[in-house]
């Protein structure tokens, strides 16, 4: 009886997902197909970009000479510039960056007034804001914690280390690659160590948690493990190159790798459901997916927009020179940084907005 009621409750939940999906999938192709990826709007600056984080109609980028720049997201008039050393997130209307002499600042989108500060004491890695606090890690410093409203210090219940930091499906993710290689989840809420996942070799690329899985690669092949239970589910040997970005939508991983080629790979089993040639490799990108599209861009200043059901390159925008930063998607439209593969302050530098048509 028990049995027959838990088979009806599990056969109810997939109906009310497959609804939940279609509806979804429904909205994405309700725009109709991508057209074609149409530049609006573009600044250059005699120093490099390194990356864009948008919010509320406001893009936010940063160069080499140490300034934050704001402008408006749909036509990029200036909207406000402030000297600070770094980007780290916006959201909760402020914008979050670490200033001069490890001072990490808030400062409120719209205008740039500086909201808080707070002084850092010794090597922090860069921050991870969640659920309104801002969590700074380290391997050989005490970890601690800020609330990302007013900078006042949280305690923490409990000692947290480690040199990246994922914060998802209420536990954190902590990377270990400097003595031990080892995945590490711990309960957000009670900071108990779940469990650990050790590798054998170093990691490449972890960067997306998502529908109870955690995926990550360590050079030669793509992992799936269980994000409850630190299981491993699946796993893809690369027949060549490595794995350099993911990113997860539509019931598939889709992952780029140094050879040129994107994949995409059922999320529950790891079979391969499609993979696209591009021209270069993504040095600093990792794939997006965005409403029914996977974006992806290279060390040749191409950006692809790939359909994430069949692999077909719907839509191609090139920029005149150098290589394109991280992307950021917001609104329809797509915000990055090109600049040259030298890296010095000096070089020239660009940002674009770019506008998904369909």
Not at 104 to 123: H, Q, S
Not at 186 to 215: P, Q
Not at 310 to 331: N, R, Y
Request: glycine share 10%; net charge negative; with cysteine.
């Amino acid at each position: 009886m028990v049995i027959t009621k838990r088979k009806e409750i599990i056969a109810y939940m997939l109906i009310l997902f497959s609804a939940v999906f279609a509806l979804v999938l429904e909205s994405w192709t309700s725009k109709g197909p991508l057209k074609s990826l149409e530049l609006r709007w573009k600044i250059s600056l005699d120093n490099q970009v390194e990356k864009c984080k948008a919010d509320e109609g406001i893009v936010y980028f940063q160069g080499y000479d140490s300034n934050i720049y704001a402008v408006n997201a749909k036509t990029g008039d200036d909207v406000w510039m402030k000297q600070s050393e770094r980007c780290v997130d916006a959201r909760y209307g402020l914008l979050y960056c670490w200033g001069a002499q490890g001072v990490f600042r808030a400062y409120a989108k719209r205008d740039g007034k500086e909201v808080w500060k707070c002084e850092i004491k010794g090597d922090y890695y860069s921050p991870v804001i969640c659920k309104g606090i801002v969590y700074f890690t380290s391997d050989c410093n005490k970890p601690f914690a800020l609330n990302a409203m007013t900078g006042e210090e949280i305690s923490l219940s409990a000692e947290l280390s480690g040199e990246y930091l994922i914060i998802a499906d209420d536990n954190m993710y902590f990377f270990h690659y400097r003595y031990d290689r080892y995945i590490q989840a711990i309960d957000e809420n009670t900071f108990a160590e779940k469990w650990r996942y050790y590798m054998n070799s170093s990691l490449t690329s972890f960067e997306a948690v998502s529908w109870g899985k955690a995926f990550f690669s360590d050079g030669g092949s793509f992992y799936a493990i269980d994000a409850e239970t630190g299981n491993q589910i699946w796993e893809v040997k690369m027949k060549s190159g490595e794995v350099t970005g993911t990113a997860v939508g539509e019931n598939a991983v889709y992952c780029g790798n140094s050879n040129g080629t994107v994949y995409a790979f059922d999320i529950y089993t790891g079979r391969e459901k499609w993979k696209s040639e591009v021209k270069g490799y993504a040095r600093f990108c990792r794939p997006v997916f965005y409403e029914g599209y996977v974006y992806y861009a290279t060390n040749m200043g191409i950006l692809y927009a790939i359909d994430a059901q069949t692999g077909a390159k719907s839509a191609i925008f090139k920029i005149a020179k150098g290589e394109i930063a991280p992307l950021e998607i917001s609104d329809g439209f797509i915000y990055f940084g090109g600049y040259s593969q030298m890296q010095r302050v000096g070089d020239y530098g660009e940002v674009y907005g770019v506008e998904i048509v369909r």
